[in-house]
């Protein structure tokens, strides 16, 4: 069974850092595609993700503040979120898909992100 763990959210001040982590275990497949998606008071929104060869996508709201990068050795993700913004405040969930021949799409079970002074 594929479970993927995050981590890494809380209260940060505007202005202020944090890292949020994905760890992804029980796949039988290699991970193809590996994302984070937030939820505030809007519909669920792409915020990076970041494919097998290590190209990146952002948001247009998060490009210059947020890096997405990965770990493949230990199937892990990581959202490097910079120069937060009240409006960053949101549930962020982790979102991966398998590699083919693998066809399985998994979510995490989201981490609270509040940027509150």
């Known amino acids: 069974q594929v479970q993927l763990v995050e981590s890494g959210g809380g209260l940060v001040q505007p202005g202020g850092s944090m890292t949020l982590s994905c760890a992804v275990s029980g796949s039988s497949f290699s991970i193809d595609t590996m994302s984070w998606y937030r939820q505030g008071r809007k519909q669920r929104e792409l915020v990076a993700l970041i494919n097998s060869f290590d190209s990146t996508e952002y948001a247009d709201s998060v490009k210059g503040r947020f890096s997405i990068s990965r770990d493949t050795a230990k199937n892990t993700v990581y959202l490097q979120m910079n120069l937060l913004k009240p409006e960053d405040t949101a549930v962020y969930f982790c979102?991966?898909?398998?590699?083919?021949?693998?066809?399985?799409?998994?979510w995490g079970q989201g981490t609270q992100v509040t940027v509150s002074s």
């Open positions: 979102n991966v898909d398998e590699a083919w021949p693998g066809s399985g799409d998994y």
